[in-house]
C-alpha cells in the first residue's frame, strides 16, 4: 500500500529552537497534505492544509508564523516549529491525499515533540 | 457537540470475542475512514467507505448514509487488535474538512 514517511520520529529540542518535520509521500504524488496534532488521549486537530506550490491555509487558532509549512515538491512538505516552547510539546502527523484523487488519504507514522 | 461521535470510548474484550465499534456525525460527507493507531502512534487507515459494506480478513465496516451511522467489526479478536480505532469523516467538497471522533480505545486480552 502507498506510505508516507514521517521523519524524524521522535525529537527533543530547547526552548527557543526550530525544529522542521519532514511527511514524504515514498510512492505516490500529493498535491494536498495535511498536517495535525494530538494531545494525549485526545482526537487529531487539524493544523493546515498544504498545496503544492502554494501557500498553505491555516486552521483558526494555529499562529502561521510559529507552525511554517512548505510543501516544494509533490512528495515532501515540511513543518517548521519555531521558537519552540514546551507547549509546543506534542505528537505532529501529517497525511496525504494522492493527486487525482478525492477521498483516498495516507497518514505518515508521526513525530514526537519534546521541547525541553 | 462534536461532529463525530465513536462509542464506546473504551472497550476491553476477551481474545475470541466479536467486537464493534459504533460510529455517529452529523456532517455531510464524501468518505468515512476508519483509523487504527497503536501505541507508537502511527495511523494506519483500514477502510474507506462511502456506501455499504467493506471486508478485509477479520475486519469488516459498514456504512448507512441515511442515518449517518458506521460500525467497524471484528472478528475473532486477538491481542494484537488492541489499539486505538477512529472515525473520520471527509468531505471534499467543503474545503478538504476532515472531522474525527475522539477514538475508541480497544484492549483484546489474551
Known amino acids: 500500500g502507498a506510505v508516507v514517511s514521517q521523519h524524524p520520529s521522535r525529537v527533543i529540542c530547547k526552548s527557543g529552537t526550530s525544529v522542521k518535520i519532514e511527511c514524504r509521500s515514498l510512492?505516490?504524488?500529493?498535491?494536498?497534505m495535511f498536517w495535525y496534532r494530538q494531545f494525549p488521549k485526545q482526537s487529531l486537530m487539524l493544523m493546515a492544509t498544504s498545496n503544492e506550490g502554494s501557500k498553505a491555509t491555516y486552521e483558526q487558532g494555529v499562529e502561521k508564523d510559529k507552525f511554517l509549512i512548505n510543501h516544494a515538491s509533490l512528495t515532501l512538505s515540511t513543518l517548521t516549529v519555531t521558537s519552540a516552547h514546551p507547549e509546543d510539546s506534542s505528537f505532529y502527523i501529517c497525511?496525504?491525499?494522492?493527486?487525482?484523487?478525492?477521498?483516498?488519504?495516507?497518514f505518515g507514522e508521526g513525530s514526537w515533540l519534546t521541547v525541553v | 457537540k462534536n461532529e463525530v461521535e465513536q462509542s464506546p470510548q473504551n472497550l476491553t474484550a476477551q481474545e475470541g470475542e466479536f467486537i464493534t465499534i459504533n460510529c455517529s456525525y452529523s456532517v455531510g460527507i464524501s468518505a468515512l475512514h476508519w483509523l487504527q493507531q497503536h501505541p507508537g502512534g502511527g495511523i494506519v487507515s483500514l477502510f474507506m467507505?462511502?456506501?455499504g459494506k467493506k471486508k478485509h480478513g477479520r475486519l469488516i465496516a459498514t456504512i448507512n448514509i441515511q442515518e449517518k451511522h458506521s460500525s467497524l467489526h471484528i472478528t475473532a479478536s486477538h491481542p494484537r487488535d488492541s489499539a486505538v480505532y477512529i472515525c473520520?469523516?471527509?468531505?471534499?467538497?467543503?474545503?478538504?474538512?476532515?472531522?474525527f471522533g475522539t477514538g475508541t480505545s480497544l484492549t483484546v486480552i489474551p
Open positions: 467507505l462511502s456506501s
Open positions: 473520520a469523516v471527509f468531505n471534499s467538497n467543503t474545503g478538504n474538512q476532515f472531522y
Open positions: 510512492d505516490f504524488q500529493a498535491t494536498t
Open positions: 497525511s496525504a491525499r494522492p493527486t487525482g484523487t478525492r477521498n483516498t488519504i495516507y
